[in-house]
């Protein structure tokens, strides 16, 4: 039985100024840089489940509304 996560190893290339971004980042956070980098992936993968979902509802709905519209409607905001 194996205790907490397993994870796959990944090797990844970085030009020299990305890597000391997330070093910073890393220190900044007390956690290593493959810590700050799942994190960032997670988001990232977050982000696109909302995009995909939104997508499903829009057309699941069957109808849109245009930009000014929304911005009416929605924003309160004049066209």
Excluded at 54 to 70: P, Y
Aim: charged fraction near 40%.
């Amino acid at each position: 039985m194996v205790d907490g996560p397993v994870y796959k190893k990944l090797t990844l290339s970085l030009h020299p100024e990305e890597y000391e971004v997330l070093r910073f980042a890393a220190f900044k956070r007390k956690t290593s840089i493959a810590g700050v980098a799942r994190e960032l992936i997670r988001e990232l993968l977050e982000d696109e489940d909302d995009i995909r979902d939104g997508m499903k509802a829009l057309e699941e709905k069957g109808d849109t509304m245009d930009w000014e519209t929304f911005k009416r409607d929605h924003l309160g905001l004049q066209g």
